[in-house]
């Protein structure tokens, strides 16, 4: 099981970028596809983006595409998620996790606070 640990969340204003990290144990980054997922408060936790392993394709949720890009640092074992233009709305416990649907996932991380506010 691919172990993983979010960071590089805060407090930014509306129309700021935060980058966020997920550094993973997993040996060959490219044999997983890594999601990450969010959950704001009252609401149920959707999926934000994924990238996908070996061909590394990418989808967006429609409330982000544009805004947000995720990558990956084969040489780090990590995955990112650049958000640029953040709204308030995009608020939430932000998680990334080996999978791309959440029912997939079997444990959670901590998630990394991301709050946009003025």
Do not use: H
């Amino acid at each position: 099981q691919v172990q993983v640990a979010e960071s590089g969340g805060g407090l930014v204003q509306p129309g700021g970028s935060l980058r966020l990290s997920c550094i993973t144990s997993a040996p060959t980054l490219d044999d997983y596809s890594i999601g990450w997922f969010r959950q704001a408060p009252g609401k149920e936790r959707e999926v934000v983006s994924c990238i996908f392993s070996k061909d590394r394709n990418t989808l967006y949720a429609a409330s982000v595409r544009g805004r947000f890009t995720i990558s990956r640092d084969n040489s780090k074992s990590t995955v990112y998620l650049q958000m640029n233009n953040l709204k308030p709305e995009d608020t939430a416990i932000y998680y990334c996790a080996a999978d791309c649907v959440p029912a997939g996932v079997a444990s959670w991380g901590q998630g990394t606070q991301v709050t946009v506010s003025s």
